[in-house]
């Protein structure tokens, strides 16, 4: 069976300052694993995916994530945060592609 | 050119009506799901079909009933509105490739049940 746990249902940051969202996971194979952003009113959009390539992955909007089998944890960072990044963030994992399980969010918001 | 559109938007009912939303997508997807997203963000996967065949149906209850005319459609039609079925509704496509497991989301529809 497969898990994913995101530390913090709510992380603020001043704009400017580092990004750094927890996931971690549980899988008995080697899992793909996603970060999607949802802003506020919209659909989720995919931000970035690990599928056992490298394992630091860039993704949109100057994200990137690394994926440490040793730690199962696969953290999403940005290096300066903007007000545009306020959004609801979800990691998500799967070892199949027709079943992703996702995390329980992390709201992130922007302190001017 | 929208990948995964979604009608209606928002949708307001009374309990005990039987209401339709239905989904498009135009990426060639083989697989198409339905999630319920509720109050406080929890995304849980209700449906998936492959190519016209329900592959996943994940304990929703028998009012849920969704149907698939083609790969590119994917609707869901709920009998009898509860209260509790008020939530964002989330359809969504993939190609299930290892080079592209990833899922694609529409816009949502949120439906309020008085």
């Known amino acids: 069976a497969q898990s994913v746990t995101q530390l913090g249902s709510h992380v603020s940051v001043s704009e400017g300052a580092l990004v750094l969202l927890r996931c971690n996971y549980s899988?008995?194979?080697?899992?793909?694993l996603f970060w999607y952003v949802q802003y506020p009113n919209q659909g989720l959009q995919l931000l970035l995916k690990?599928?056992?390539?490298?394992?630091l992955v860039k993704g949109i909007n100057g994200f990137e994530a690394e994926f440490k089998k040793s730690e199962t944890s696969f953290h999403l960072t940005k290096p300066s945060a903007h007000m545009s990044d306020a959004a609801e963030y979800f990691c998500a994992v799967t070892t199949q592609p027709s079943k992703i399980i996702f995390g329980s969010g992390t709201r992130l918001s922007i302190r001017p | 050119d929208t990948a995964v559109s979604q009608t209606p938007k928002y949708l307001v009912t009374q309990m005990g009506n039987d209401k339709s939303i239905k989904c498009e997508q135009n990426l060639g997807h083989d697989t198409m799901y339905w999630y319920k997203q509720d109050s406080k963000k929890f995304l849980k996967i209700m449906f998936s079909y492959n190519n016209k065949e329900l592959i996943i149906n994940e304990t929703v209850p028998n009012r849920f009933s969704p149907k698939s005319p083609d790969k590119a459609h994917l609707n869901l039609h709920i009998n009898s509105l509860e209260l509790g079925d008020s939530a964002v509704y989330f359809c969504a496509s993939s190609q299930d490739r290892d080079t592209q497991p990833e899922q694609f989301f529409g816009p949502g529809t949120r439906l309020t049940v008085l």
């Open positions: 899988s008995s194979v080697p899992p793909y």
């Open positions: 690990y599928t056992s390539a490298a394992t």
